[in-house]
């Protein structure tokens, strides 16, 4: 039997703060790896 998911906390001050720069960072997946990862999901 599963176990219940327990809440996800809320971030409050520093962590929130370096929570929310990360999530603003933009991503770059070299086009190599993004086909080869897609080709390799199915």
């Known amino acids: 039997m599963a176990r219940p998911i327990k ?14 720069e990360r999530m ?7 086009p190599e790896k993004k086909a080869r990862r897609r080709r390799n999901s199915n």
């Open 7 to 20: 809440e996800t906390p809320i971030p409050y001050g520093e962590d929130a703060r370096r929570f929310e």
């Open 24 to 30: 603003k960072e933009k991503r770059y997946e070299d």
